[in-house]
């Protein structure tokens, strides 16, 4: 099972948006609405900031925002800000040999 | 509130064994379902183990198939990982996280070092 195609990093100024791809096939991304977004700072373990694909947890901004088309899925930070610049990973069910599987990782700098 | 601790992790020689455990707090344990996610130093977060809430499913990536053991002890609030055959390529943080839903989780550790050299 590989792990999910994310660009290596993305940049924004802030006040923009950006946006975070993440490719799989039809065995996870598209086959099935479990794809989670999780930011991570160094040293720090990570943090979930949407679910199901579209679904924010509790106290998690409303600049955040996901979404979905065919094998890929994305994640919007919108109004970027300083506190957003980290690590993000996607993540999605897989009917392959596992059950889970990462994407490659995006680092987010505001610039 | 939700804590979750690793131990157990340290220096070994490859095709050596480590035992880790994380111990959990803060909510019904057997609940839920738990993972293991690693992330190797400077690296992505790769997914290593799930098992459900009463320990009777278990899943694996295909890495470490045949090498990892997942297991739970509810009575205890307890999640191990039996890893054997070590090798190079294990040498990681390794995090325990709970797993409330499909493909998500809501708690981390911090994480426990497991580091595989000669």
């Known amino acids: 099972q590989s792990a999910l195609t994310q660009p290596a990093s993305v940049s924004g100024s802030p006040g923009q948006s950006i946006t975070i791809s993440c490719t799989g096939t039809s065995s996870d991304v598209a086959g099935y609405n479990y794809v989670s977004w999780y930011q991570q700072y160094p040293g720090k373990a990570p943090k979930v900031v949407i679910y199901d694909v579209t679904h924010r947890p509790s106290g998690v901004s409303n600049r955040f925002s996901g979404s979905k088309s065919g094998n890929t899925a994305s994640l919007t930070i919108s109004g970027l800000q300083a506190e957003d610049e980290a690590d993000y990973y996607c993540?999605?069910?897989?009917?392959?040999?596992?059950?889970?599987?990462f994407g490659t990782g995006t680092k987010v700098t505001v610039l | 509130e939700v804590e979750l601790l690793e131990s157990g992790g340290g220096s070994v020689q490859p095709g050596g064994s480590l035992r880790l455990s994380c111990a959990a707090s803060g909510f019904t344990f057997s609940s839920y379902a738990m993972n293991w996610v690693r992330q190797a130093p400077g690296k992505g977060l790769e997914w290593v183990s799930r098992?459900?809430?009463?320990?009777?499913?278990?899943y694996y990536a295909d890495a470490v198939k045949g090498r990892f053991t997942v297991s739970r002890d509810n009575s205890k609030n307890t999640l191990f990982l039996q890893m054997d055959s070590l090798t190079a390529d294990d040498t990681a943080l390794y995090y325990c996280a709970r797993r409330p839903r499909t493909a998500m989780i809501d708690y981390w550790g911090q994480g426990t070092l497991v580091s595989v050299s000669s």
């Open positions: 993540s999605s069910y897989t009917s392959g040999t596992t059950l889970e599987v």
């Open positions: 098992i459900s809430g009463s320990g009777a499913t278990t």
